[in-house]
């Protein structure tokens, strides 16, 4: 069966939320487990869709896995500045994984980010240890940026978040 890449629908925001949530529990992204506080967030698509586009990645009926494509600076951007665009919260369900199913999560995020009129790039965050996003960014054509890195949580001083960019167009 194919796998489909379309715009989530809100029937879909409460599964995506707790499918996104579950990824970054089960891959031990949170540094407080079930009591982080970026996990009610994880879970809030609804907030997500009200100020980026999320896509989700289906199979039949099955979600696989999600993101968010933030068209530029805003309330759901975290990094991104004029002439950029922004992929947030992309996750997949372990099962899916390896699959393609998030390079075509990315992909879609790409080709949103080059129809967007005055974006030249586009960006993103990952923790340090998300390294097979790593390689599927390398693989894209995305690059580190360290000296855009930062940290969402400012007491934890190990939760610095590395960021990419994947230049579109070149603006002189």
């Known amino acids: 069966m194919d796998t489909v890449i379309r715009i989530a629908r809100p029937e879909e925001y409460a599964a995506l939320g707790e499918l996104t949530a579950r990824a970054y529990l089960d891959d031990g992204l949170l540094d407080f487990g079930e009591d982080d506080e970026y996990l ?82 586009l960006v993103l965050s990952s923790q340090r240890s998300m390294h097979s996003a790593h390689r599927l960014y390398e693989r894209l054509g995305f690059e580190r940026t360290p000296d855009r890195d930062w940290n969402p949580v400012p007491h934890l001083d190990d939760l610095t978040l590395l960021t990419c960019v994947l230049t579109l167009r070149h603006t002189d």
């Open 40 to 121: 009610p967030v994880l879970k809030d698509v609804a907030r997500r869709a009200a100020a980026a586009e999320v896509l989700v990645a289906v199979e039949g009926d099955r979600l696989l896995g999600g993101v968010a494509f933030v068209a530029g600076p805003g309330p759901a951007a975290d990094i991104a500045r004029p002439g950029e665009a922004e992929v947030r919260a992309l996750a997949v369900v372990r099962e899916a994984r390896g699959r393609g199913v998030g390079e075509a999560l990315v992909r879609a995020c790409v080709d949103r980010a080059r129809a967007t009129p005055g974006c030249a790039r």
